[in-house]
């Protein structure tokens, strides 16, 4: 085996790997992680850092196995910076190196993912009905296509000053997908421009609910989930997750030792509640829907 070559048992690990690099102090530093993981890190998706790296180690030529000497780890990042914040470091801040066929294989994925969400947010104001997500993409393309046209328009025009009263109101638009953000927030900005500019006719989709549960059942505190509370980090009980999952609270009252709430939620987070009632309650707690499909103005 020639020197500086790494054990089978790392080199095994080393497979399907997506690199993040990060120069500091002259020199080139290295993590191995798993595909798709960086950013879903870097999205607060996943939070197990565990899950992230292949091997916890910093690298100076990870296709090499090369780790990067302690020297120069603490003369670029500092004498007593521990690994693991080095590793961090890297991790929040290097470069994500990305070839052209996992490029394109994650745009798809996060275009896809786009889609799913906006289709299950707008229905038909009519019909109240959701699109299908090739209705939702062939009317993304419609957004995209008119604000290209405006941007053109405007650098055209950008000589000439637009008479008073004759600017026109800048709307919300789409310019496509992008690889490193978010789908979820991606999805929130293809919304706006779909509600905005109507090139098929939407609205948000929202259901109303009432939701009823016995005051003692909502203390229920949930395994594994937290919260910050006013005294720093706490664990999320019953009532915590149902407000997390209702978007819009109309009214929410107390009589006796029940607790009623009126509120808007996303068609998506219906069975989330249901199945939280369900579970949490042992059956006391109940959920009605007033209405299917509801406009609700932001």
Request: aromatic content about 4%; proline content about 3%.
């Given at each position: 085996m020639p020197v500086g070559i790494k054990t089978p048992s790392n080199q095994i690990k080393l497979t399907?790997?997506?690199?993040?690099?990060?120069?500091?102090?002259?020199?080139?530093?290295e993590i191995a992680c798993y595909k798709n993981k960086v950013l879903e890190w870097r999205n607060g998706i996943e939070k197990n850092l565990d899950e992230v790296l292949q091997?916890?180690?910093?690298?100076?030529?990870?296709?090499?196995?090369?780790?990067?000497?302690?020297?120069?780890?603490?003369k670029a990042f500092g004498k007593d910076?521990?690994?693991?914040?080095?590793?961090?470091?890297?991790?929040n801040k290097g470069e994500l190196q990305?070839?052209?066929?996992?490029?394109?294989?994650q745009l798809e994925r996060v275009h896809n993912e786009i889609v799913d969400i906006v289709a299950g947010k707008l229905v038909?104001?009519?019909?109240?009905?959701?699109?299908?997500?090739?209705?939702?993409?062939?009317?993304?393309?419609?957004?995209?296509?008119?604000?290209?046209?405006e941007r053109q328009e405007k650098n055209a025009s950008a000589a000439d000053a637009p008479a008073e009263g004759e600017e026109k109101k800048h709307l919300p638009t789409w310019t496509g997908v992008n690889?490193?953000?978010?789908?979820?927030?991606?999805a929130l900005e293809?919304?706006?421009?779909?509600?905005?500019?109507q090139p098929i006719p939407v609205e948000r989709a929202r259901m109303s609910l009432r939701i009823t549960c016995p005051m003692k059942e909502l203390k229920n505190t949930l395994k594994g989930q937290k919260i910050d509370g006013e005294d720093g980090e706490r664990k999320m009980t019953v009532k915590d997750k149902i407000l997390e999952l209702v978007e819009q609270i109309e009214r929410q009252e107390v009589t006796g030792s029940e607790w009623e709430l009126v509120g808007f939620v996303e068609p998506g987070a219906y069975k989330l509640l249901g199945d939280l009632i369900g579970s949490e309650t042992k059956g006391a707690g109940r959920i009605e829907v007033l209405d299917m499909a509801v406009k609700h103005e932001d």
């Amino acid at each position: 085996m020639p020197v500086g070559i790494k054990t089978p048992s790392n080199q095994i690990k080393l497979t399907n790997v997506s690199l993040v690099r990060l120069k500091k102090g002259k020199k080139r530093f290295e993590i191995a992680c798993y595909k798709n993981k960086v950013l879903e890190w870097r999205n607060g998706i996943e939070k197990n850092l565990d899950e992230v790296l292949q091997i916890p180690n910093v690298f100076v030529n990870v296709s090499k196995g090369e780790t990067a000497k302690k020297e120069d780890l603490a003369k670029a990042f500092g004498k007593d910076v521990k690994q693991d914040d080095i590793i961090l470091e890297i991790l929040n801040k290097g470069e994500l190196q990305v070839g052209e066929k996992e490029r394109a294989a994650q745009l798809e994925r996060v275009h896809n993912e786009i889609v799913d969400i906006v289709a299950g947010k707008l229905v038909d104001p009519k019909t109240k009905k959701v699109y299908t997500t090739g209705m939702i993409e062939k009317a993304l393309d419609m957004v995209s296509a008119a604000g290209s046209q405006e941007r053109q328009e405007k650098n055209a025009s950008a000589a000439d000053a637009p008479a008073e009263g004759e600017e026109k109101k800048h709307l919300p638009t789409w310019t496509g997908v992008n690889a490193t953000k978010s789908a979820k927030s991606q999805a929130l900005e293809a919304i706006k421009a779909l509600v905005a500019r109507q090139p098929i006719p939407v609205e948000r989709a929202r259901m109303s609910l009432r939701i009823t549960c016995p005051m003692k059942e909502l203390k229920n505190t949930l395994k594994g989930q937290k919260i910050d509370g006013e005294d720093g980090e706490r664990k999320m009980t019953v009532k915590d997750k149902i407000l997390e999952l209702v978007e819009q609270i109309e009214r929410q009252e107390v009589t006796g030792s029940e607790w009623e709430l009126v509120g808007f939620v996303e068609p998506g987070a219906y069975k989330l509640l249901g199945d939280l009632i369900g579970s949490e309650t042992k059956g006391a707690g109940r959920i009605e829907v007033l209405d299917m499909a509801v406009k609700h103005e932001d």
